[in-house]
T-cell receptor
Framework: DAGITQSPRYKITETGRQVTLMCHQT?????MFWYRQDLGHGLRLIYY???????DKGEVPDGYVVSRSKTENFPLTLESATRSQTSVYFC??????????????FGSGTRLTVV | DAKTTQPNSMESNEEEPVHLPCNHS???????IHWYRQLPSQGPEYVIH???SNVNNRMASLAIAEDRKSSTLILHRATLRDAAVYYC??????????????FGSGTQLTVLP
């Protein structure tokens, strides 16, 4: 089905482990984003990508790594998970220049718990 | 960076109009005003956006003050399905030219039957 999908939907991992959250979109949107949502902070931008092989840091990038070898995929990796990275993670995408002419489309989120 | 201020919560009766306010007194001339809403356990959903003029779509209307320091999202007839957290967001340009959203805490809208 067309859209933006995130996997897994739920994940529990241990402190220190590496974990990768997947994001896939079927529209060939140029822009993709990763946000985390925590109580009291709203949504905060972790990383974004303007195109394949072009990524840039957001507001809270420490402890995260991204890659974008294909336009449709934008995985987010926690290199060594910490309890402070327990959060709900949302992936988003947008075509052309987001904001001016288009809104963003968000995935359903991944709830990550680090124990 | 420009920030937005919204009331933490609002209530409305079903089938009545709802006006959700947002203050953005430090908005710059190139910042777009976006509204999103988030239902429980779902990702944010785009509602509407604008720059200077009022905007209408099938979901809502957006009224932007002449000085652009505030805006109001208008739901013409609230339904129970409109109960959500509504975010007013400014989109500004980054150094590489891309724009990004900065979310605030949003307004929790409760719709009473």
């Amino acid at each position: 089905d067309a859209g933006i999908t995130q996997s897994p939907r739920y994940k529990i991992t241990e402190t220190g482990r590496q974990v990768t959250l997947m994001c896939h979109q079927t529209w060939s949107h140029s822009y993709m984003f990763w946000y985390r949502q925590d109580l009291g902070h709203g949504l905060r931008l972790i990383y974004y990508s303007a195109a394949a092989d072009i990524t840039d840091k957001g507001e809270v990038p420490d402890g995260y790594v991204v890659s974008r070898s294909k336009t449709e995929n934008f995985p987010l990796t926690l290199e060594s998970a910490t309890r402070s990275q327990t959060s709900v993670y949302f992936c988003a995408s947008s075509d052309l220049e987001p904001g001016a002419n288009y809104g963003y489309t968000f995935g359903s989120g991944t709830r990550l718990t680090v124990v | 960076d420009a920030k937005t201020t919204q009331p933490n919560s609002m209530e409305s009766n079903e089938e009545e109009p709802v006006h959700l306010p947002c203050n953005h007194s430090t908005i710059s001339g190139t910042d777009y005003i976006h509204w999103y809403r988030q239902l429980p356990s779902q990702g944010p959903e785009y509602v509407i956006h604008g720059l200077t003029s009022n905007v209408n779509n099938r979901m809502a209307s957006l009224a932007i003050a002449e000085d652009r320091k505030s805006s109001t999202l208008i739901l013409h007839r609230a339904t129970l399905r409109d109960a959500a957290v509504y975010y007013c967001i400014l989109i500004f340009k980054w150094s590489r030219g891309a724009r990004q959203l900065t979310f605030g805490s949003g307004t929790q809208l409760t719709v009473l039957p």
